[in-house]
T-cell receptor, first 117, second 115 residues
Framework: GAGVSQSPSNKVTEKGKDVELRCDPISGHTALYWYRQSLGQGLEFLIYFQGNSAPDKSGLPSDRFSAERTGGSVSTLTIQRTQQEDSAVYLC???????????????FGPGTRLTVL | AQSVTQLGSHVSVSEGALVLLRCNYSSSVPPYLFWYVQYPNQGLQLLLKYTSAATLVKGINGFEAEFKKSETSFHLTKPSAHMSDAAEYFCAVGTATGANSKLTFGKGITLSVRP
């Protein structure tokens, strides 16, 4: 079956513009995660959706960042008034959730490379 | 709170040599531990995971890792490096408690393999 897909693969924008990044998780996966990967910084957790529960937004770096997940499937990460420090690769992952959610493998998409000029 | 430390950012080995990538973790509850690999311009792919069963875990592509609670370590090894192993490797820790099952990743180690 299809894996996690993300679009666009690359996005170049000007400082101050808004951007939307899309993630299509694996069908049937109830958990969805967004991470940011900056050069030399590893992966930084941004936000986590699990079914119909309230999302864990504890990793969002500022109120310019927001995300939603419609119908328990597709998710959109929105960055408003982009800054140069927002330049990074944004990765989405999904997983099935069993009794112990932390043990389940997260399947990653190829990422969206965002460049803010 | 949980954290992962991957010492060094770059490891270089000769083809056929032992690969050893170090990972130490900190967790206030029993951890789940993962190693992911990222090839250039691709997403992360799971190599192996420890979920409180056997402490020696075997993964794909000949990699294995051993969970050592006393040393809070989960080092990744492969007896003989192949050119195709050149990639970035991330260690991550997760927990089973609570509703939040996010992973905390280390900063990654780039593995180079010399012919």
């Amino acid at each position: 079956g299809a894996g996690v897909s993300q679009s666009p693969s690359n996005k170049v924008t000007e400082k101050g513009k808004d951007v939307e990044l899309r993630c299509d998780p694996i069908s049937g996966h109830t958990a969805l995660y967004w991470y940011r990967q900056s050069l030399g910084q590893g992966l930084e957790f941004l936000i986590y959706f699990q079914g119909n529960s309230a999302p864990d937004k504890s990793g969002l770096p500022s109120d310019r960042f927001s995300a939603e997940r419609t119908g328990g499937s597709v998710s959109t990460l929105t960055i408003q008034r982009t800054q140069q420090e927002d330049s990074a690769v944004y990765l989405c992952a999904s997983s099935s959730r069993g009794l112990a959610g932390g043990r389940n493998e997260q399947f990653f998409g190829p990422g969206t490379r965002l460049t803010v000029l | 709170a949980q954290s992962v430390t991957q010492l060094g950012s770059h490891v270089s080995v000769s083809e056929g040599a032992l690969v050893l990538l170090r990972c130490n973790y900190s967790s206030s509850v029993p951890p789940y531990l993962f190693w992911y690999v990222q090839y250039p311009n691709q997403g992360l792919q799971l190599l192996l995971k420890y979920t409180s069963a056997a402490t020696l875990v075997k993964g794909i592509n000949g990699f294995e890792a051993e969970f050592k609670k006393s040393e809070t370590s989960f080092h990744l090894t492969k007896p003989s490096a192949h050119m195709s192993d050149a990639a970035e490797y991330f260690c991550a820790v997760g927990t089973a408690t609570g509703a939040n099952s996010k992973l905390t990743f280390g900063k990654g180690i780039t593995l180079s393999v010399r012919p």
